[in-house]
Structure formats: structure tokens, C-alpha cells
């Protein structure tokens, strides 16, 4: 069984079902994760994706449309099907509760607007749709505002999250030069000790060394150094 926090619609489809926030989306329906539907005006997101997120607009508000992919090895064996282990263990209502949960508590991530699962013999395939954040740069792109970063991984390690792939492109900055945390697949919520906090930063540091060498490290000891202030 889901647990569904009050407020949280649930509707099944044949194959399938969708979570959804029903004060955002009016008519809920597998067809709103189907990005060759006319009504969602999808354009493909350019930077920092895996080739399968598009932004939409039309039929919703202004939204992220992300099916899930598999990366790395593992897309050899299956680039978008997962074992079924349960409703509540898919990746899209396990990333759309992570975000309603932070989203509820005022940190800036985009708020969940719908998830989605197909099931197939053992297997099923998924799909989440969230809020797009106007008019931001990833920090790949824009290596600024560090102390608006680290304040953004506190908060989120504060609220017990763990980010499962904490790179420079899913942390988004806006106009405001304020941060946003996205791409909460495979997040886990509880307590976030030592270990754990230290290995979202690390993973962040090898990308931004990647992305832009010494000047990404030289952001990256910036924004650790905030943290570490924010710590103490
Ligand atoms: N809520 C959002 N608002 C604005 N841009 C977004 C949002 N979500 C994703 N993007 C853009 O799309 C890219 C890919 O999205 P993401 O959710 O990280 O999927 P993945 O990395 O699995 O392909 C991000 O790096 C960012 O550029
Ligand atoms: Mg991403």
C-alpha cells in the first residue's frame, strides 16, 4: 500500500496507476507522460539530462516530463525497465514522496506534480512529471552563488534527505541567485550522518572538477567551506 499523505490523488489505469497533486493537475492521466502528446508541447531538455526529460507546458503548468533511464552498465541490461518490488518502491512515487516531503516543508525543490508506473510481467517502466523552475542556469554552467549551494545541501541533509546523485547539474540556480535541488531519483529519507553527508559533497566535487576542472574545484572548496560554517 502507498501512504498518501493527505491531499495526494491516486488513480489507476489499467496497466498501472499515478499519485498526483490534484490542487496542480486537473485531469490526471497516463497521457500526460507521453511526451508525443500534441497537448504537452514537449521540447526536449537540452543540458545535463539523459535524453529522456522534456519540458512541457499546455495542458499543465509549466513542467519537467522525466521518464526513467537506467545509466552507466546497467542500461545494458535493461535501458528503462526495473524489477517490480511494489507501489511504493517505484522510483516515480518514491522520488514524487521525497519531493512533496521537502517541497511541504519550504526547501526550494520543485514540487511534485505527478508520478507514474506501467507494469509488465515482472518488470514495469516509469515516469514523474514536476514543476519547471523558471529561467535557471544548472551550476555546471554558471560555477556561482556557493554559499546559496551549500545553504540548499544543509537544508536538504537538515530535512534527513540524501541525494543519491548530487551533480552539478541538478542543482539549479535562479535570477535570484538562490539554489534548487532536483533529480531526487533513488533519494533516501532518514537521518544523514557524517558518512553520508560527506559523500554527497564528494560526488558534487568530482563533477564539478569534471565539468570545468580547477575552476569547478575552486567553486567547490567555496561551497564546502559554507557548508562546513553552516555545521558548526
Ligand atoms: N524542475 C526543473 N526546472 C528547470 N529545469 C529543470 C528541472 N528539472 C530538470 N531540469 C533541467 O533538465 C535537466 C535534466 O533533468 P534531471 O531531472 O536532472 O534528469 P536526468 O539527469 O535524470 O536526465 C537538468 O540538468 C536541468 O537542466
Ligand atoms: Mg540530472
Avoid at 522510483?91 to 506501467?118: D, K, M, N, T
Avoid at 534527513?160 to 535541488?181: F, P, R
Avoid at 575552476?215 to 567555496?222: E, F, H, I, P, S
Wanted: glycine residues 8%.
Amino acid at each position: 500500500m502507498i501512504s498518501t499523505p493527505l491531499g495526494t490523488g491516486l488513480l489507476r489505469f489499467k496497466s498501472g496507476a499515478l499519485c498526483f497533486d490534484p490542487a496542480r493537475i486537473g485531469r490526471p492521466g497516463p497521457a500526460l507522460f507521453d511526451p508525443s502528446n500534441p497537448a504537452l508541447q514537449a521540447a526536449s531538455v537540452a543540458v545535463g539530462g539523459r535524453q529522456s526529460a522534456w519540458f512541457v507546458s499546455g495542458e499543465v503548468p509549466a513542467a519537467v516530463l522525466r521518464h526513467y533511464r537506467r545509466g552507466g552498465l546497467a542500461a545494458r541490461v535493461s535501458r528503462d525497465r526495473y524489477l517490480w518490488t511494489g507501489e511504493s518502491s517505484t522510483r516515480s512515487f518514491a522520488e514524487f514522496r521525497i519531493l512533496q516531503l521537502l517541497h511541504g516543508q519550504g526547501l526550494r525543490v520543485p514540487a511534485p506534480l505527478a508520478g507514474a508506473y506501467w507494469r509488465a510481467g515482472p518488470f514495469y517502466r516509469a515516469a514523474i512529471l514536476i514543476e519547471r523552475i523558471p529561467q535557471v542556469r544548472t551550476l555546471a554552467e554558471a560555477l556561482e552563488a556557493p554559499q546559496a549551494v551549500a545553504q540548499a545541501i544543509f537544508a536538504m541533509h537538515e530535512a534527513e534527505v540524501w541525494h543519491a546523485d548530487l551533480n552539478a547539474y541538478n542543482i539549479l540556480l535562479d535570477k535570484a541567485g538562490l539554489a534548487w535541488l532536483i533529480d531526487f531519483d533513488r533519494a533516501r529519507h532518514g537521518p544523514v550522518g557524517l558518512q553520508a553527508r560527506r559523500s554527497n559533497l564528494l560526488r558534487l566535487r568530482r563533477s564539478l572538477n569534471k565539468v570545468a576542472g580547477q575552476r569547478g574545484l575552486d567553486c567547490w572548496v567555496q561551497i564546502h567551506r559554507a557548508y562546513e560554517a553552516l555545521s558548526a
